[in-house]
Nanobody
Framework: QVQLVESGGGLVQPGGSLRLSCAAS????????MGWYRQAPGLQRALVAS???????TYVASVKGRFTISRDNAKNTVYLQMNMLKPEDTAVYYC???????????WGQGTQVTVSS
């Protein structure tokens, strides 16, 4: 069964940067569109960025120009470079398929990002 492992989160000051990684144990992530989702306390999990197998990207307006999603298909890994972080970016970040197919690929444990001075 394919599993996802997110890493790279941490505590950072406003204006700082982090790079998240999402490693898949199988090749599924190199085939499908992948995305980064985030869930802040009290809010629903939401998609913030996605990347197709060919490298086309989309972003929600709140992160456009600050976040960059990328992938290495050979390594079955998806990345999220986050710059100019804001306190409202504080959330647990997860990667998964876009659109979700939870019967095919479930959620990983996520990685906590906290932006605070």
């Amino acid at each position: 069964q394919v599993q996802l492992v997110e890493s790279g989160g941490g505590l950072v000051q406003p204006g700082g940067s982090l790079r998240l990684s999402c490693a898949a144990s199988g090749s599924i992530s190199s085939i499908y569109t992948m995305g980064w989702y985030r869930q802040a306390p009290g809010l629903q999990r939401a998609l913030v960025a996605s990347i197709t197998r060919g490298g086309s990207t989309t972003y929600v307006a709140s992160v456009k120009g600050r976040f960059t999603i990328s992938r290495d298909n050979a390594k079955n890994t998806v990345y999220l470079q986050m710059n100019m972080l804001k306190p409202e970016d504080t959330a647990v970040y997860y990667c998964n398929l876009v659109p979700l197919r939870l019967g095919v690929l479930g959620w990983g444990q996520g990685t906590q990002v906290t932006v605070s001075s």
